[in-house]
Nanobody, 118 residues
Framework: QAQLVESGGDLVQPGGSLRLSCAASGFTQSPDTMRWFRRTPTKEREWVATITTPGSTTGYADSVKGRFTISRDNDKSMVYLQMNNLKPEDTAVYYC???????????WGQGTQVTVSS
C-alpha cells in the first residue's frame, strides 16, 4: 500500500526556519509530481509548492516564493520543504501529495502541524 508520511512540523517563532519531510513508500510507479499543500485554521486549502520527477522542475505559491524551497532525494524516496523566514500566516497543517497522470493516482499524507507564534 502506497503511503506518504510527513514530519518536521513544530512550534517556531516568527522569522525562524523549519524543514518538513515527506517519506514515500510502497509506490510501484513513481509519481509524476510531488506537491505540498497546507490548510489554515479556517480550513482553507492552499497549494504551496511543486516538484516534478522529470528534471525536478519546481514551482511555488506567491505567498511563499523566496522563502520556501522544495527539494527531492530520490535515493531516500524523500521530498522536503525548507521553510525560512516563517510568518504567523504560515501556521497550518502541511500535507504532502503525490500525483501520477500516467497511472492515475493521487495520494495524500496525514499532515504535520506548523505553528508560527511569538
Amino acid at each position: 500500500q502506497a503511503q506518504l508520511v510527513e514530519s518536521g512540523g513544530d512550534l517556531v517563532q516568527p522569522g525562524g526556519s523549519l524543514r518538513l519531510s515527506c517519506a514515500a513508500s510502497g509506490f510501484t510507479q513513481s509519481p509524476d509530481t510531488m506537491r505540498w499543500f497546507r490548510r489554515t485554521p479556517t480550513k482553507e486549502r492552499e497549494w504551496v509548492a511543486t516538484i516534478t520527477t522529470p528534471g525536478s522542475t519546481t514551482g511555488y505559491a506567491d505567498s511563499v516564493k523566496g522563502r520556501f524551497t522544495i527539494s527531492r532525494d530520490n535515493d531516500k524516496s524523500m521530498v522536503y520543504l525548507q521553510m525560512n523566514n516563517l510568518k504567523p500566516e504560515d501556521t497550518a497543517v502541511y500535507y504532502c501529495n503525490a500525483i501520477s497522470v500516467r497511472w492515475s493516482y493521487n495520494y495524500w499524507g496525514q499532515g504535520t502541524q506548523v505553528t508560527v507564534s511569538s
